[in-house]
C-alpha cells in the first residue's frame, strides 16, 4: 500500500505533459457543472467521461482507480443513505417510526435527492481523482508561482509536501521493523508497538526538520524556494476537448433539468 501513491501513478500518466493549467481547468469546471446541475445526468456524464479519459488517455489502471474511490464511496453511502431515509416529500413507500420524534421513510422526493447527491458525488470525485492522479505537485507549485500565489504561501505547501513523504518513509521503515520483531503479533503488543512508532515518527520528523534548516542555511537561503517545472504551452486540441466536454454537460444539465429518477 506504500509503495505506489498518487504522485508516482500521477508522473507515470500518459497526460503528464499537458498543459497543467488545462487540467485545472478541466477538474475545476467539471466540479462547478455537478453543483451547479439541478439533474444527475450531467454529474453521471461528467464522471463517465472523466473515468474513461484517465483509463483510456492516462492510462491508469482501473484498479487502481477503484481504490481510489474505495474510501469516499463508503462514506458516501452511508450519507446518502441517511438522506433517502431522513428526507420527506412526495409518496411515501415505505415509512417507520421508532420513535415518537424520529421515523424513517422511503419517500419520492427523499430518493430523487439521493441519487442526486450520489451523481453528484461521483462527478466530483472522478474530476478530483483526474488531478490528482495526471497532475504532480511539483507542477501545481509552478502554476502557483505563475498565478502569483504570495511566496510564502508557495514555500510553505512545498515544506509540507515534502514532510509528508519525510514521515512516510519514517513510518514505514519503523512499521516494517516491527513486523520483523514479531510486534503486532498479540494485543498489548500492538499497543506498545504503536505508541512506540508514533514518539519514533515524531522524534525523526523532528530531527529531519532540523536538518532542512541547517541545509538551507547552507546553501544561503534568501527566503524564497526555487520553483522548478517546465511551462507547456496549451494544445490546440486538449483546449478544443476541453471547451466541447464543458459545452456537452452544460447542455445535458439544462435540457434534462426536469428528469427525476422516480
Not at 493549467?21 to 475545476?28: F, H, I, P, R, S
Request: charge should be neutral.
Amino acid at each position: 500500500m506504500y509503495e505506489e501513491i498518487l504522485e508516482d501513478i500521477a508522473h507515470n500518466s500518459a497526460l503528464r505533459e499537458t498543459n497543467t493549467a488545462v487540467k485545472l481547468a478541466t477538474g475545476a469546471g467539471a466540479i462547478l457543472l455537478c453543483l451547479l446541475s439541478p439533474g444527475f445526468f450531467a454529474p453521471l456524464f461528467v464522471a463517465v467521461t472523466l473515468v474513461l479519459a484517465l483509463v483510456l488517455l492516462a492510462r491508469v489502471d482501473i484498479h487502481t482507480l477503484l481504490h481510489v474511490y474505495m474510501a469516499p464511496a463508503l462514506f458516501a453511502l452511508f450519507s446518502i443513505a441517511v438522506i433517502v431515509l431522513v428526507s420527506g416529500g412526495g409518496e411515501c413507500f415505505w415509512r417507520w417510526q421508532p420513535l415518537p420524534w424520529f421515523a424513517l421513510s422511503l419517500s419520492r422526493d427523499g430518493i430523487n435527492q439521493g441519487v442526486l447527491v450520489l451523481a453528484r458525488f461521483a462527478g466530483g470525485t472522478t474530476a478530483i481523482a483526474f488531478i490528482a492522479l495526471t497532475t504532480p505537485m511539483t507542477d501545481l507549485f509552478a502554476v502557483m508561482k505563475r498565478a502569483r500565489v504570495p511566496d510564502e504561501v508557495t514555500d510553505l505547501a512545498m515544506i509540507i509536501y515534502r514532510t509528508i513523504f519525510v514521515i512516510m518513509a519514517h513510518v514505514v521503515q519503523v512499521y516494517r521493523a516491527q513486523i520483523m520483531r514479531l510486534g503486532y503479533s498479540t494485543f498489548r503488543e500492538s499497543v506498545r508497538s504503536f505508541a512506540t512508532l508514533c514518539g519514533a515518527v515524531f522524534i525523526a520528523s523532528w530531527e529531519a526538520g532540523e536538518d532542512l534548516v541547517r541545509a538551507m542555511e547552507a546553501r544561503c537561503y534568501d527566503g524564497k524556494f526555487a520553483v522548478l517545472g517546465r511551462d507547456r504551452p496549451p494544445a490546440p486540441l486538449s483546449v478544443a476537448a476541453v471547451a466541447l466536454f464543458f459545452l456537452t454537460t452544460g447542455a445535458l444539465a439544462v435540457t434534462t433539468a426536469d428528469i427525476t429518477l422516480i
